[in-house]
């Protein structure tokens, strides 16, 4: 059976320093990707939506021509996008999750809590996170 990785995917400098860190491991683990960009829905129009959708199916025909096996999950559901990745990995039998960080003051960390952090302490498969590069947060 083939390992799976599960990326957490938005389209920001960290969402693809998580999704360029997943490429990588899947080739050297010679595993599939299943890339997770949910949201709870309700917070944006019609047109964004669209958008959002046009840009992740782009992005896997892209990944899927460049030979890699690939799933996009686009998850509006209202869910928590923390319990939606970890949900995608335990269907998956997931061998690794991948998510990208963010800076944040400390203040920030404590106000909003920590996606992250949460991820960490629930996954019950190694997780790999990964920062943008320098410049580009």
Do not use: H, Y
């Not at 939606?84 to 999750?97: F, G, H, K, T």
């Amino acid at each position: 059976m083939t390992p799976t990785i599960v990326v957490g995917f938005i389209n920001s400098p960290e969402g693809k320093a998580a999704l360029a860190a997943a490429i990588e491991e899947a080739e050297r683990r010679q595993a599939g990707i299943v890339l997770v960009n949910s949201s709870r829905g309700g917070d944006e129009d019609e047109e964004a939506f669209l958008n959002r959708t046009d840009e992740l199916e782009r992005l896997s025909d892209d990944l899927a021509a460049k030979g890699l096996n690939i799933e996009v999950l686009e998850l509006v559901r209202g869910n928590d996008p923390v319990d939606d990745l970890l949900d995608v990995a335990n269907e998956r039998d997931a061998a690794l999750i991948v998510i990208g960080l963010r800076r944040r003051s400390k203040v920030g960390k404590m106000l909003l809590g920590s996606n992250a952090q949460s991820i960490l302490l629930a996954a019950d498969c190694p997780v790999l996170a990964v920062k943008a590069p320098a410049g580009d947060s």
